[in-house]
């Protein structure tokens, strides 16, 4: 504790979350006041961020204003029934996180905390709000999701900076027209699981809005100005009470996830049928049929329609793949309208990175492109990227501006080169897939700038791989995928990889295995199947009970005996473990 205390001097940042503390230290209360023996009292700096976390602090004292120049404060998963007031003297303020707490009350001086710009209140018990919370006109951020609230302050319209506001899991029966109004640069509305009985006229001024998610309310009707939300992506209202849609639904050219399940629709208008829509879930309502307009939407994925009382459609067809009811229903356009209402790939591009705005993530997957698009460099906070089944032969140099990017799939292109200028960029980098290409081999220090990598396949990239590959420089390495690669012998470096947990070397020419991988102690599945080996190390017996699924189809084996084989990993393994010679 006295290292954190004394580093946090420094840096005006301190971390004591998880170490089941009762209490706060008093030394964080005194801002660091007394400097310890031998520190520097000139390089001692203010407390700016103080992460509490995770603890059973039951209680914070008002000597939280001596630090006044706290920025961020997190006393999230606590034991608090309440805040002090002296939260209200901490002016540089700026994100303040106390959920998952037992407070019933917020107090009125929070209002004068007027730099808070990202307040989380969820999952506590709070039956109100203070109107004094119309004071942070900075407030952009706003969660306050599970709690008994029976309805908004008024003067929550004074943050005109909204933009995030979460109010999940309590009890609204009204959205006022004159809150939603004010906060034009909402770009996510999470309201669900209230006892709403309406949505606000006033709905249409969020012309920013991405996510809406109205979900489990009593919502009758959808107003005819939600054509005005022109950006939104996202819209969930399932269970709910809704007997018609407006036709003005069909406005919303964004819109790529329509939720509709659990209502009492009896139809689905034809207005709506314009939608480029990627999911639509109308499970559960009271359909009687559909239009055959419905056909036209060539960019849907997924159409759910169980729970309805469909009589026009055959239940293999309700139940089928998408494409095939779609294809149905276009059959049944009079025929000056049954075009094949062809998507052209520049659609499906556009419609993808559309729904990535929220997901985060982007499937290009199957498109036939021989260049990436430049439409992907929009989206500079995307965190998956899936370009597989194309024809890439190589990668832009503006892939390195996906700085958040952790998954990257590459399976099935044309690439030639391993993409180390890209990959130095890429430091969140978690799973990277570069099977099925035409990888000449990749450089020896080819793994160093992607440390953090937890998932590697190069299958099918045949002799790719440096003589002695340095998976080592992967510490965090879970899943290793070298399938097909003309391997002799399974690199030494794999028995390094203290994290792994799949190792899959099948189809290789394998002719033995080392008797070190009785150290991957991590190891749940191990595929050896269709290679060279003759007989295993009995030291691989000592993986049981952790390696659960160890594949050997494939393999000329004479020391096990098919009867052993056949009875599965832990047979295998137990015979091999009964092997080893005593000492």
Sequence with gaps: MDRILKAARTSGSLNLSNRSLRDVPNEVYKNFDEAGEGDKWWEAVDLQKLI????????????????????????????????PAAIGELHMLKSLDVSFNSIMKTPDEIGSATALVKFDCSSNQ?????????RCLNLSDFKASNNCITSLPEDLANCSKMSKLDVEGNKLTVLSNNLIASWTMLTELIASKNLLNGMPETIGSLSCLIRLDLHQNRILSIPSSISGCCSLAEFYMGN??????????????????????????????????????????LSNNSLSGLPPEIGKMTTLRKLLLTGNPLRTLRSSLVNGPTPALLKYLRSRLPESEDSEAST?????????????????????????????????????????????????????????????????????NKIKDWPDAILKSLSSLSCLKLDNNPLRQIPSDG????????????????????ENPPFSSLPHLQELYLRRMQLRKAPSDILRLQQLRILDLSQNSLQSIPEGFKNLTSLTELDLSDNNISALPPELGLLEPSLQALRLDGNPLRSIRRTILDRGTKAVLKYLKDKIPEN
Excluded at 65 to 70: E, H, V, Y
Excluded at 447 to 466: C, E, G
Aim: charged residues 20%; glycine residues 2%.
């Design 344 to 412: 052209t790939k520049e659609d499906l591009i556009t419609m993808a990175t559309r729904l990535s705005v929220t997901s985060k993530e982007l499937s290009l997957e199957g498109m036939s492109l021989s260049a990436i698009p430049s439409e992907i460099w929009e989206g500079e906070a995307i965190t998956k990227l899936d370009l597989s089944r194309n024809s890439i032969q190589e990668l832009p140099p503006e892939l390195s501006s996906c700085a958040s990017l952790q998954t990257l799939i590459l399976s099935r």
């Design 447 to 466: 793994f160093k700038d992607i440390p953090m990598l937890q998932i590697l396949d190069l299958s099918y990239n045949i002799a790719s791989l440096p």
């Design 126 to 134: 709070l039956k109100e709000l203070p109107s004094s919370l119309g």
């Design 52 to 83: 509490l976390a995770h603890n059973n602090i039951e209680k914070l004292k008002e000597d939280l204003r001596n630090l006044p120049l706290l920025t961020v404060l997190n006393v999230s998963h606590n034991k608090l029934s309440e805040l």
């Design 240 to 281: 709910n009470a809704l007997s018609a849609l407006p036709a003005e639904l069909g406005k919303l050219s964004k819109l790529g996830t329509l939720d509709l399940h659990s209502n009492q629709l009896k139809e689905y208008c034809v207005e709506a049928c314009q939608l480029r829509l990627s999911v639509l879930d």
